[in-house]
């Protein structure tokens, strides 16, 4: 799973073009990946932390947003890798399986799909909150 995972960041290393629009693009999913997932998982952990929150759901911050903005996070970052890595057609081709693969393991797999149950218990929370895209929230909480 690691060298799928990481076969944009190697395919990227074999690019013979000079940088060019594809790599900036790439950089700015990527970045915003890292924001959602290192923003998301600081403000859970500030959450778990307040006594007074210990059986409620986060639905705070990008929590308010999306109910999962880490794997949200991570779904950029990986098609941010994969932007990165298509300079060429090659390495394009070599690269396209990484986020082709992850992006339904963290919508529907191993990601998502584990804590809906968890979500389940908290029926109001999953009507006011998209489910993994960034949404505004409807409703009053």
Known sequence: MV??????????QYIPEPPGPLLSAG???WALGLFFEAVGDYQLAR???????????????????TRHPNYFGDFLARWGLF?????????AAMSLISPVVMSPLLTKGSGKRLLAAHMVRR???AARTSGFFPMPPRGAR
């Open 123 to 125: 029926p109001g929370c």
């Open 47 to 65: 959450y778990e932390t307040a006594p007074a929150d210990q059986d409620r759901i986060m639905d705070r911050g990008l929590w308010a947003w």
């Open 3 to 12: 060298w799928l995972v990481s076969l944009p960041v190697q395919a990227a």
């Open 83 to 91: 932007l990165i890595a298509s300079a060429s057609w090659q390495t």
């Open 27 to 29: 950089v700015g999913v």
